[in-house]
Structures are given as C-alpha cells and as structure tokens.
C-alpha cells in the first residue's frame, strides 16, 4: 500500500524557518517524481514544487522561489521542504504527492507563521 | 502561467441526479508528447485531496465508474452519472502540462 507521511509542521513567527519531511512507502520510490502542495485555510490548492527522480531537476511556483528548498534522499525514502523567511501567508497545511500527476497524497502537514 | 477556471463553484445536486462540473484552461493542455494533462481531484470535508480521473478521461484504481472525464484542448468536463451522499465534497481540476501546474478555484458539491 502506498503510503505518504508528512511531518515537522508547527507554529514559528514570521522570517522564521522550517523543514518539513515526507517518508514514502510502499512503492519503489527512486521512481518518481515528488511534489509539495499546500492549502491555506478555507482555500484551495495550491502546486509549489516539485523534484524528478534522482534530484536533478527541480522546479517551483514564484510564490516560494527562493525561499523554499525542495529535495530527496531515495535511500531514505523521504522528500523534504526547506522552507526560510516564512510570511503569514505561508499559513497552510503542506502536503506532499506522489508523480507528475499526483496520483497519491499524504494526510497534510499544518504550518503556522504568526507572531 | 496557466489559469484554470471552473463552474460552476457551487453545485446543489438531489440525490440519484446527474451532476457536470467545467474546467476551462487558458492555454490548450496538449503536451509535447500527445497527451493532455488534465486531472481530477476530488476533496471530502477533512480529508486529503484524492485524484479521480488523469489525463483527461482515465479513472483511477477505486474510482466509481459513475465518474467520468472528458474533453480536450482547453475545455474539459467531469461528469458524476448519479450523485451518492459520498459524492460531497469539493472537486479540482488541474493542469500538469504547464510548470507551475495550476489548479481551478474548486467547485462545492451537496446535496440539495
């Protein structure tokens, strides 16, 4: 079964930092592309960024480039989101999916930038 | 980038009804490849987004075959054959054609 957990979210103030992860299982996942998507409260979704199966591309919506880091450890089966200079409107929960088509979705990882 | 424009945002249906939600690109959604990168989401109250239908008319693995997808181009349609109270929630076009892949604004279905 194919599984997708994000974790790390929480609450820091705004031009704070976080990383988030996600941890895949049950598929081979050196085989796919990984992608972030994010929902603000009451919104809808949002696409920011995605990675291609070994790391070497890379791509992000202008919202967070240069701010968020997107990468992968297939060893460990986990991407991850670097997220820096955090903006309340960053508030959110993060998800992360599998493939170019988002075909699996995690449960969603909450962030909150608020002072 | 690409804008993704769905009607309509709210959708009463009875139940046992038909119910068609339209998804509108501002560019054709034809990839270099041939194929057309439209999907479905669907998003019950407190859950996770799921995909229903990928390239534009494909259902995935689970999915009812009440739900259908179809279109081409820039004009796109997901049809739900007869709506079930499982049906509510709210639905998401997405175009994975053009980076950044955009979504629509969602559409809210319930039950009349």
């Known amino acids: 079964e194919v599984q997708l957990v994000e974790s790390g979210g929480g609450l820091v103030q705004p031009g704070g930092s976080l990383r988030l992860s996600c941890a895949a299982s049950?598929?081979?996942?050196?085989?796919?592309?990984m992608n972030w998507v994010r929902q603000a409260p009451g919104k809808g979704l949002e696409w920011l960024a995605n990675?291609?199966?070994?790391?070497?591309?890379?791509h992000y919506v202008d919202s967070v480039k240069g701010r968020f880091t997107i990468s992968r450890d297939n060893a460990k089966k986990s991407i991850y989101l670097q997220m820096n200079s955090l903006r309340v409107e960053d508030t959110a929960v993060y998800y992360c999916?599998?493939?170019?088509?988002?075909?699996?979705w995690g449960q969603g990882s909450l962030v909150t930038v608020s002072s | 980038d690409v804008v993704m424009t769905q009607s309509p945002l709210s959708l009463p249906v009875t139940l046992g009804q038909p119910a068609s939600i339209s998804c509108r690109s501002s560019?054709?959604?034809?990839?270099?490849?041939?194929?057309?990168?439209l999907n479905w989401f669907q998003q019950r109250p407190g859950q996770s987004p799921r995909r229903l239908i990928y390239?534009?008319?494909n259902r995935d693995s689970g999915v009812p075959d009440r739900f259908s997808g179809s279109g081409s181009g820039t004009d796109f349609t997901l049809e739900i054959s007869r709506v079930e109270a499982e049906d509510v929630g709210v639905y998401y076009c997405?175009?994975?054609?053009?980076?950044?892949?955009?979504f629509g604004q969602g559409t809210k279905l319930e039950i009349k």
């Open positions: 990675i291609k199966q070994d790391g070497s591309e890379k």
């Open positions: 997405m175009q994975g054609t053009h980076w950044p892949y955009t």
């Open positions: 390239k534009v008319s």
């Open positions: 049950g598929f081979t996942f050196s085989n796919f592309w």
């Open positions: 560019q054709s959604l034809v990839y270099s490849d041939g194929d057309t990168y």
């Open positions: 999916a599998r493939s170019r088509g988002a075909g699996y």
